[in-house]
């Protein structure tokens, strides 16, 4: 799959998505010293061994606790976080991962559950020895974190949900999996890219919304549908499950294009809260990466002085 950012510089739900409530207001944080911004960490890039054998590709720079664990949504790569990893790697170790079937991580897994990409995060942590970090989930990857978290509660401090777990009640009824299945089966790639495009505003950037469609649909299609199906499974019959397990609290930056119900989610996960971004769609931490960058230190901070009020 090529990378996002080799071609666009500038720059399902699934990626199919599903409150401090909307339009809470977050303090600026203070400028960076320009010399600090100059400093640009080394990175590194490597694998890791996920339980089931596949190799995982990753890239870490910076250094700093809590590390920042970065998981992109489906059919992405490590290379949707471009816009965040030197920003946040001045303070912190920040980590970005290829999901197995994504980026230049291995394609041979046999079942692309929820839970399979979860144990590839813990994979990596593992590999780190992190003892400290935060895992942040776009999409779904927001499944992702909360797979890893449950099988690392120890070393988790909070969550980061972006644009993705409105709401954890919601189900796929079988319609709708008809829908969503029919276009990608008949033709994955074009069907990827129409499919895209309505995850984006009216007034969105039209090269990006391009980049991004044809980046998308050239991932494999057994991974996609094979993702895909894993998803709507863990929707429809494992969210509720595995956040009984799950410890650290849970923050979404997510979208104004589709509402996040935090009164549900609270039912489920009481620290639930969301922060709502306007006027962009579901790659909001692409569209406006200054608001979206701020939002996560922001909470990120929360999440420190909650571990240290311990």
Request: aromatic residues 8%; negative net charge; glycine residues 8%.
């Amino acid at each position: 799959m090529k990378k996002l950012f080799m071609i666009l510089p500038l720059v399902i739900l699934l990626c199919f998505t599903f409150g401090c409530q909307q339009g809470e207001e977050v303090a600026e944080e203070p400028a960076v010293d320009t010399a600090e911004k100059e400093a640009e960490p080394t990175i590194t890039v490597d694998n890791a061994v996920s339980p089931d054998g596949v190799s995982i590709a990753y890239e870490v720079r910076g250094e700093g606790e809590p590390a920042l664990i970065f998981i992109h949504g489906w059919c992405c790569d490590r290379s949707y976080w471009n816009e965040q990893l030197p920003h946040f790697a001045q303070k912190h170790k920040v980590v970005a991962i290829d999901l197995a079937g994504h980026g230049e991580s291995s394609l041979d897994r046999k079942g692309w559950t929820m839970g399979a990409f979860g144990e590839d995060v813990v994979a990596v942590v593992n590999k780190l020895n992190l003892d400290q970090v935060v895992l942040v989930g776009h999409s779904m990857g927001g499944p992702v974190i909360l797979e890893a978290a449950r099988r690392m509660p120890k070393r988790v401090i909070g969550l980061v949900g972006v644009d993705t777990l409105q709401n954890f009640e919601d189900k796929f009824a079988q319609e709708q999996i008809d829908d969503m299945f029919t276009p990608l089966r008949s033709n994955f790639a074009e069907g990827t890219r129409n499919f895209v495009r309505t995850m984006f505003t009216p007034t969105s950037d039209s090269a990006l919304v391009e980049t991004i469609a044809a980046d998308m649909s050239s991932a494999p299609q057994d991974v996609g549908l094979g993702a895909l199906e894993g998803y709507v499974d863990f929707q429809n019959n494992e969210i509720i499950r595995v956040l009984q397990e799950v410890q650290a609290p849970i923050v979404c930056i997510n979208s104004d294009m589709n509402p996040t119900n935090a009164e549900a989610n609270q039912q489920y996960a009481p620290s639930f809260k969301a922060m709502i971004m306007s006027g962009v769609g579901h790659f909001n931490m692409i569209e406006d990466s200054e608001t979206f960058n701020r939002l996560l230190e922001h909470t990120i901070q929360e999440f420190v002085q909650m571990a240290k009020s311990k």
